[in-house]
């Protein structure tokens, strides 16, 4: 995990020198994060419309990190990502520290002076609890710097919002916390069991690889070197239990000769 952020931090450097280069336009201080998918939590990939200025950039450093990792598909994760926008309002300028789903519903309103929810979920292509999670956070948590009509909490087609110029706050730089929306009993199993998943993949992957690289280890030696490299807190009766079930599955075998060792199966 740590590796992926080095390297990222270094991509990004060289992909800021590309565009100095290669542009005549001031670069957006863009940071991007390039993570190994084996080695990070899984999360569900939304198919939103970005904006036009973000486009550019996304296939911009698309062909970029192709020329030196050719093969490799980049997935983005537009609900892991964050961002500064900056805002004019009656009181003055203002950063907005948000998300880049608040920051997705933000910019439309640069082109519009109203949007109803219909019209935003039209534009944006958001999931509707999504929308819905998002508008909240801005136009009826504590820095409300949308308004909604009709007033309240609950969102319908046909509520409209507007960009609220008389927002103020006394800090110049303000950070628009994201609303999370209460699951339902069926969601939470659901995210329960897609974590559970994840954490014996992660298991699993690290159990073979080991075994893949020393090809025979002792039994106490492998779960030394699974809590070495495991990010994730585990039991030793977990990774017991993800062992045995390798073995019934023949990635591995317990040797004949002394059952406390594990034989890698190619």
Known sequence: MFKDINISQGMNVAFKQHLNHY????????????????????YPTYDVNLPAELIN???????????????RKLVWQPNLG?????????????????SLFQTIVLLLFNNS???TFSEIQELTNMECEELKRTLISLACGKSRVLIKQP????IE???????????????????????QLKESIEEEQATEKSVLADRQFQIDAAIVR?????????????????????DIPVKPYDLKKRIELLIEREYLERDKDDPANYTYIA
């Open 23 to 42: 542009t005549s336009t001031t670069p957006t201080d863009l940071s991007i994060n390039v993570l190994t998918s084996s080695f990070w939590p899984n």
């Open 57 to 71: 950039y996304q296939v911009t450093f698309q062909k970029f990190y192709a020329t030196n990792h050719s093969g």
């Open 157 to 179: 087609n046909d509520d409209i919002f507007y960009f609220n110029n008389k927002f103020s706050d006394k800090l110049f730089r303000v950070k628009i916390n994201q609303i």
């Open 210 to 230: 080991i075994l893949k690289n020393k090809k025979k280890v002792n039994h106490n030696e492998l779960i030394s070197e699974l809590f070495n490299a495991l």
């Open 151 to 154: 007033k309240g909490k609950e």
């Open 113 to 115: 002076n109203k949007l």
């Open 82 to 98: 964050h961002c500064i926008v900056k805002a004019i309002f009656d009181s003055g300028n203002k950063e907005l520290q948000v």
